[in-house]
């Protein structure tokens, strides 16, 4: 019996994307020169890129690119040609091509202050131990608003770079990092216990599996976690390397195995704190947009937010001429009690974390833009001529704080789906989530704060 194989080719699920660029692997590449390979790959993808009306993901793993072929892509990316890609790419996939400190700089500049990338593969790159590159690497990650950076199978990195990477990292916005295959060995735990115990980690979740980290040295990572941190709630340490000092196997089993739970428990915790705290900082937004919005909030006098602040400049919008509405009673209540109410709606959240919604749902200059090209005079003729004069805003007033008031996705981020599919399109409700959680960020409601802690530190 004879089978005939199929002749048509193997499709990713990508292809069908309007809105994805995808590289193909020619053989023939791997017959030239790597500088003249790289060049012709780069090429080709600034082609395919031009020739879409729209470019959400860069999916160009394992296309010969290396040094050469990752400046010049992002070159054009920077040029003005090549801009409307930067401004809509969300997704890139650079896994195995080869890309080195040279390329790893030009990564570097491409993230920097990049608001809209949200997912960043580099795997199996020997990318560089250099203390300034891996600086600038981090340092251009910090500001941008990253949320996936993966740097699996990367074995050149090893402890020196987390001991350069790790002491930096402050990204606000990353929430999964992946570390595995990297060759850590227990050298590096101090570096690691130090930045999932800081403040500046906001991870969710945290790949070093396949390394050298010994099973003592995980163990340590997860008593830290277990005292210290509040963010991760995924946390992989599989595929360890034994030793012969860890103990016989009925010895290591055991230590595993609790490790194992100690570690589930604190993630389980993690987890179902962290959903009751977003989920409380929307609530208490809503509540506060109704309770402390005035047309005069505009200014708290700089600096660090208090109750006191917000609550005095809403007794006091009630001489402001043409307040749509006077303050409630509820700001004849003492101070004290205000605070009681507020906490009472979300218990969960610390005072701070409170304050910090009640000062942004206070400031109108937070509101979406409401001057959008769609909307026309006809949609304001109801209101009354006070409130439609206020609805255009002066320009600039939002220009610190873009789309932050919003949780609709900027227009790039469309999904391209059918109008008819669009509305079970997994990558609009997924951008639609990331939107919610600029702004949970933004008021550092992305994680559960121990308030007797935060007491201690302040005193």
């Known amino acids: 019996m004879h089978f005939k194989l199929a002749s048509q080719k193997i499709r990713h699920h990508y292809d069908e994307d309007p809105a994805t660029v995808r590289s193909v692997n020619h053989q023939r590449l791997k017959s030239v020169s790597v500088r003249l390979a790289s060049t012709i790959a780069a090429r080709n993808i600034i082609s395919a890129i031009q020739r879409r009306e729209i470019v959400h993901r860069l999916d160009i793993g394992n296309s010969s690119m290396g040094d050469e072929g990752c400046v010049q892509l992002f070159n054009f990316l920077d040029s003005p040609a090549g801009r409307r890609c930067k401004h809509s790419l969300t997704e890139l996939y650079l896994t195995r091509n080869g890309i080195g400190a040279k390329g790893l700089l030009a990564v570097s500049r491409f993230i920097k202050d990049n608001d809209v990338l949200r997912e960043l593969c580099l795997s199996g790159n020997p990318l560089s131990a250099d203390a300034d590159v891996i600086a600038q690497f981090t340092t251009a990650l910090n500001s941008s608003r990253l949320c996936t950076l ?114 589930n428990n604190t993630t389980q915790r993690n987890l179902m704190r962290k959903i009751q705290v977003k989920a409380q900082a929307v609530a208490l937004l809503l509540y506060s947009r109704a309770l402390f919005l005035r047309s005069g909030m505009r200014d708290l006098h700089g600096g660090a937010p208090d109750f006191a602040s917000v609550s005095a400049l809403n007794r006091l919008s009630a001489n402001v001429e043409n307040t ?10 003492p101070e004290e009690i205000q605070q009681e109410i507020i906490a009472l709606l979300a218990p969960d959240l610390s005072h701070q974390q409170r304050i910090r919604v009640v000062a942004f749902a206070a400031d109108f200059r937070t509101l979406p833009h409401l001057d959008e090209y769609h909307l026309e005079p006809a949609n304001t003729a109801p209101l009354p001529t006070f409130m439609r004069a206020g609805l255009s805003r002066q320009a600039g007033t939002t220009a610190k704080v873009p789309y932050e008031g919003s949780w609709k996705p900027p227009v790039w981020w469309e999904c391209m789906c059918p109008e008819v599919k669009r509305r079970n399109c997994r990558t609009l409700h997924r951008w639609k989530r990331e939107r919610r959680d600029v702004w949970l960020t933004r008021v550092g409601c992305d994680v559960w704060e121990p308030e007797f802690a935060m007491r201690d530190a302040e005193l």
Request: glycine share 4%; aromatic share 10%.
């Open 324 to 333: 749509i509405s006077a303050p409630s009673m509820f700001f004849r209540l």
């Open 150 to 263: 993966q740097l699996i199978h990367n074995g050149s990195l090893s402890d020196t770079f987390i001991h350069t990477f790790l002491p930096s990292l402050n990204a606000r916005y990353l929430r999964q990092l992946g570390l595995s295959a990297t060759n850590i060995t227990r050298i590096a735990v101090p570096a690691i216990i130090e930045y999932v115990t800081s403040s500046r980690c906001k991870l969710d979740q945290l790949q070093c599996n396949a390394n050298s980290l010994t099973l003592p040295g995980a163990r340590e990572i997860i008593s830290a976690i277990e005292r210290e941190n509040y963010s991760l709630f995924r946390v992989n340490f599989d595929d360890l390397h034994i030793e012969e000092y860890d103990g016989d196997d009925v010895e290591r089993t055991l230590a595993w195995q609790e490790g194992w739970r100690i570690l």
